[in-house]
């Protein structure tokens, strides 16, 4: 598609529930990028994938979130047993080389 | 100390002014530097690159400075469409991957 696009726009779950996030990065680009940004507050890496390599998952701030990336372009971040601290803006980015794109991002609200 | 610092504001400058944000980074391996602009709950868009000569488009300048570690960004003659939250971004190699560090943000708010 002509930008990164995420889904859903909106969710919320009640606490101790699962939910998925989905990321669909523009065609081609061979970099994506998870972020997560609380109201008022910056940007929080979470996680990034290059290509085939491992990913970096470093940002990843509990063994409740987890990540993958299949067939190297459309992306889903998992959290586990949702926290109200969970509450956030989930932003998706990639990129071929240099500049990123968001997406649009992923409201989640954490009951 | 944060490894990309930002002033965060909030700026309040009337139409018109001329307005500087700085942004300091802490790691010396950084390598590729960018702005991006932040409108109230929406994702971040990319203003500008930061080269090391220097670079400007329209009424944006931006400029590197890597021996004192800061990049810069001057907005001439601000518009009311200038109002955001400004975002410095520092690319940098670690763990053998390439990721942006992000600033917290330095808001402008232009007034009539």
């Known amino acids: 598609g002509a930008g990164v696009s995420q889904s859903p726009s909106n969710k919320v779950t009640e606490k101790g529930k699962d939910v998925e996030l989905r990321c669909d990065p523009i065609s081609g680009h061979t970099a994506l990028y998870w972020y997560r940004q609380s109201l008022g507050q910056g940007l929080e890496f979470l996680i990034y994938?290059?290509?085939?390599?491992?990913?970096?998952k470093s940002g990843l701030p509990s063994d409740r979130f987890s990540a993958e990336r299949t067939g190297g372009s459309v992306s889903t971040l998992t959290i586990q047993r949702t926290q109200q601290e969970d509450s956030a803006v989930y932003l998706c980015?990639?990129?071929?080389?240099?500049?990123?794109?968001f997406g649009s991002g992923t409201r989640l609200t954490v009951v | 100390r944060k490894e990309v610092e930002q002033d965060p504001g909030p700026f309040n400058v009337p139409e018109g002014a001329t307005v500087a944000f700085n942004c300091t980074y802490s790691n010396s391996a950084s390598q590729s530097f960018f702005w991006y602009r932040q409108d109230c709950r929406k994702e971040p868009k990319l203003l500008m690159s930061v080269y090391s000569s220097g670079n400007e488009d329209g009424r944006f300048t931006a400029q590197l400075n890597r021996a004192s570690q800061y990049i810069s960004l001057l907005i001439r003659d601000s518009k009311l469409s200038d109002s955001a939250t400004y975002l410095c971004?520092?690319?940098?190699?670690?763990?053998?991957?390439?990721?942006?560090?992000f600033g917290t943000g330095t808001r402008l708010k232009v007034l009539a």
């Open positions: 994938f290059q290509g085939n390599s491992a990913p970096d």
């Open positions: 971004v520092v690319n940098r190699r670690g763990s053998g991957t390439y990721k942006y560090i």
């Open positions: 980015a990639s990129s071929l080389d240099g500049a990123y794109t």
